[in-house]
Structures are given as C-alpha cells and as structure tokens.
C-alpha cells in the first residue's frame, strides 16, 4: 500500500551537482522521518542523510558542507541537493522513511528501489 519512488540520479562531471527526490505515495497516516542511504560496488550500505517532520537532520561525515536534506512534508517528499560531487559519491542512492500506515498499529520501514549517481570525467 505504501512506495517510495527515487528520481534525479544520472552522471555528472567532477565537482557537479545532483537533486535526488523521493517521494511516498499510498495509505500514509503519518510519516516520522525520511532520508537517503547509498551503496557502491562491494561496499556496505552508509547512512547520506535522514531528516525528522520536525526538521532535525543528520549527515555522513563524508557530505557534510556537500549535501543538503530537505522535506517538503505537505507532499511527502525528500529531497537531497548534492554539490561538489566527488568520484568517491559514485553509488546507488536508496530512499528511506518510517511511516505509519493507515490501519498499522505502529511506523513500518520501508525502501526505495534506488537511483544510479556516477561522478566521472
């Protein structure tokens, strides 16, 4: 009943920017907190940023002055601007959020299928 849908990735040239979006779409009641967790070629998945419906956020040391998490909560959407792309941010971005459910006695995880981001010259 609930999705998330990711949009935005694609190549960019070192020192690019990127704007990920992902937004939640079904019988959503309510949701606590969104982010974005990415995973490259024979690495764990990491932590980019998450951010709360109250507007407290969190980063990676790694983005941290580089990316930028927002929530737009009246549509159910974040967003992550990227700057200063680095070939080390190449991977696949998955959306995440905690979100009740309309009937679920509590919040539920779930995932988006990801995007592709490729920093290269």
């Known amino acids: 009943q609930v999705q998330l849908v990711e949009s935005g990735g694609g190549l960019v040239q070192p020192g690019g920017s990127l704007r990920l979006s992902c937004a939640a779409s079904g019988s959503i009641f309510s949701i606590y907190a969104m982010g974005w967790y990415r995973q490259a070629p024979g690495k764990q998945r990491e932590l980019v940023a998450t951010?709360?419906?109250?507007?407290?956020?969190n980063y990676a040391d790694s983005v941290k002055g580089r990316f930028t998490i927002s929530r737009d909560n009246a549509k159910n959407t974040v967003y992550l601007q990227m700057n200063t792309l680095e070939p080390e941010d190449t991977a696949a971005y998955y959306c995440n959020a905690f979100i009740t459910p309309y009937g679920s006695p509590g919040q539920r995880v779930y995932w988006g299928q990801g995007t592709q981001v490729t920093v290269s010259s």
């Open positions: 951010a709360t419906s109250s507007g407290s956020t």
